[in-house]
């Protein structure tokens, strides 16, 4: 019998050429896991970014002043109205990030009485700090978004010099109430505004203004021309207030009087607190509120109750009380009320004074958003 000669085995390489073609098809799929991965966290980063520099732009808009103040990182145009040149630029944190928003003048704004407000662009850069590919990686998302804004001025309505909801009381005929305005820049309001049949005097005083007495409207006529948010004030934390009293006590007049910049929101919890100084800012008080002797106040006075005005004194600015009738739910006065009515004793100035409300407000400026300029993913710049 003829024997089988032996051959090389072939089992052996096609077992290593399949391992082969498995290893590379198992690395070719992990690595396109991986890629897939990345691709998810990627846009998951992308979109957290989106969202960061989102809020920071809407946060930006609503809180510049608290947000350039307070922020070290900061530096803020003194006054954006006034300005020819620079830029807003703030940095702060956001959850999972941080933004960064920058705001650049493109025209200053126009006039000072028929004014044409100053534009900006306002660019806010989210970054997700938390999307992370590998382990030692530090790439971070990023996304931009703008907007175009204008830098509104328009804080408070000055509807006259002493305007009261409640109506008011003159005793006397020393004194003025006068709703021309004493820094000459803004056309003439009211003297006194009141509600119909809510005002009486005696000494045959006469206010003066544009027109000097304005009985004309009814309360509830009158209550949507006073446009201050009360509600807002009191219960919404419109305000960001500097003193709040109490806990806090009044600024004594040597704080006054050590920085003529300084022009503080003073919130009065005490009913019927008696104004202790002369001072200027603005006076936010729940209820009722009194001015005595010879004190001086520069500046905005909004009284949710009555205002009653003993002795000789000045304010320069504007004056609004009885604005606790705008809360809602608030019981309503019959026509011609008068025991509600605010008091001017004695001699006393309550006059307008746009240049005195005009640095009261500076804080309360903002940016106004313009419709319809959104842009979305812009460069970085």
Not at 74 to 87: E, I, K, M, R, V
């Amino acid at each position: 019998m003829q024997r089988i000669q032996n051959r090389a085995g072939f089992a052996l390489p096609l077992v290593v050429i399949f391992l082969v073609i498995l290893s590379f098809a198992l690395a070719a799929g992990l690595a396109a896991t991986a890629a897939e991965g990345g691709t998810t966290i990627a846009q998951r980063g992308q979109n957290r970014a989106y969202t960061i520099a989102e809020q920071g732009l809407q946060r930006f808009l609503i809180s510049r002043d608290s947000l350039c103040r307070l922020n070290s990182f900061a530096t803020c145009l003194t006054d954006p109205s006034a300005a020819t040149g620079g830029q807003d630029s703030v940095q702060f944190a956001v959850g999972g990030g941080y933004a960064v928003v920058v705001s650049r003048l493109m025209r200053p704004q126009q006039g000072t009485k028929d004014t044409i407000p100053a534009l900006f662009f306002v660019r806010a850069r989210g970054i997700d700090s938390t999307s992370k590919m590998r382990g030692s990686d530090t790439t971070t998302s990023v996304r931009s978004v703008g907007l175009m804004v204008q830098w509104s001025t328009q804080t408070i309505n000055v509807t006259g010099a002493w305007t009261s909801l409640s109506g008011l009381d003159k005793q006397g005929n020393a004194g003025q109430i006068d709703g021309n305005d004493q820094c000459g820049r803004k056309p003439a309001v009211a003297g006194v505004l009141v509600p119909k049949g809510d005002y009486t005097s005696s000494g045959g005083f006469v206010p003066t203004g544009n027109p000097p007495l304005d009985t004309s409207k009814t309360l509830a006529q009158l209550e949507p021309l006073v446009t201050i948010d009360w509600n807002g004030i009191i219960n919404g934390g419109a305000l960001t207030y500097d003193f709040v009293v109490p806990p806090d006590a009044f600024p004594d007049a040597a704080w006054f009087q050590a920085d003529t910049s300084r022009w503080p929101i003073i919130r009065i919890h005490t009913n019927d607190f008696t104004l202790p100084n002369a001072g200027r800012g603005i006076i936010v008080a729940d209820s009722d509120f009194t001015i005595s002797g010879s004190n001086m106040w520069d500046g905005v006075i909004l009284v949710g109750g009555q205002l009653t005005s003993n002795g000789n004194n000045t304010t320069s600015g504007t004056t609004v009380s009885g604005l606790n009738y705008k809360l809602p739910g608030s019981v309503q006065p019959p026509p011609g009320y008068i025991n509600d009515n605010s008091t001017a004793n004695g001699t006393k100035s309550y006059v307008y004074n746009s240049c005195n409300v005009n640095r009261a407000t500076q804080r309360l400026k903002h940016y106004v958003a313009l419709a319809n300029t959104w842009v979305d993913d812009i460069p970085v710049w």
